[in-house]
């Protein structure tokens, strides 16, 4: 079964410190996709990265960074020098395809709750 | 910008009631989405439509139906309300393609039960 584990539940630092969420998935596809979102209070889920299964390269977009290694089945995300505007929850997940591809059901991680202090 | 809107940010409805969130994407997307969040859960989806008219369950569909008459709207229907429904619902939509499977969401409606 396919399946993603965060589990770090809530994790607090001062601002400017690095911080790494965790993300190990579970699957029998050999094509897939990982995605990170991020949950502000607001509470709309806003997208920052998809990797596909077969892109091992760790990708950085300003502060963020991502490493994904198929080896251990994870999918890490690190954020350096952590701002207040961070603090949100952070959601992995892993696209299930279906359909040939045509549907694209997500299975989400239970989130991390990132807690910036200033 | 993909623009994805939910009707309510905050609905209080009573036991029994038939309780409609709609959902409304502006990107043309083939693909909607309606997943329930609660605490220490994640997201999980209760439907999904791949076209109009069409619909899969997804991973917990009981109590809840949904409809799809046209491409931009994507209804959920709680059909008699119970408190256990007492969540927050996020719609998400994406195109078909699997280079293009990107889910935007709204903004979530968070739904108490009384």
């Known amino acids: 079964a396919q399946k993603v584990t965060q589990a770090q539940t809530e994790i607090s630092v001062v601002e400017k410190e690095d911080v790494t969420l965790d993300c190990v998935y579970e699957?029998?596809?050999?094509?897939?996709?990982l995605f990170w979102y991020k949950q502000p209070p607001s509470g709309e889920l806003v997208f920052l990265i998809r990797?596909?299964?077969?892109?091992?390269q760790n990708e950085i977009s300003g502060r963020y960074s991502w490493n994904f290694q198929k080896s251990t089945s994870s999918f890490n995300f690190t954020i350096t020098a952590s701002q207040v505007v961070d603090s949100a929850v952070y959601f992995c997940a892993l696209s299930e395809l279906n359909y040939g591809g045509a549907t694209n059901k997500l299975i989400f991680g239970t989130g991390t709750l990132l807690a910036v202090q200033p | 910008d993909v623009k994805v809107t939910q009707s309510s940010r905050y609905l209080v409805k009573r036991t029994g009631e038939k309780v409609f969130l709609e959902c409304v994407q502006d990107?043309?997307?083939?693909?909607m989405f309606w997943y329930r969040q609660d605490p220490g859960l994640g997201l999980r989806l209760i439907y999904f439509s791949y076209d109009v008219k069409m619909k899969e369950k997804g991973d917990i569909p009981e109590g809840y139906s949904v409809s799809r008459e046209k491409k931009e709207r994507f209804s959920l229907i709680l059909e008699s309300a119970s408190t256990n429904q007492t969540s927050m619902y996020l719609c998400?939509?994406?195109?078909?393609?699997?280079?293009?499977?990107?889910?935007?969401f709204g903004a979530g409606t968070r739904l108490s039960v009384l």
């Open positions: 990107m043309d997307h083939e693909n």
């Open positions: 699957t029998r596809d050999t094509t897939y996709y």
């Open positions: 990797r596909n299964s077969f892109d091992e």
């Open positions: 998400a939509s994406s195109s078909p393609a699997p280079a293009k499977n990107i889910q935007y």
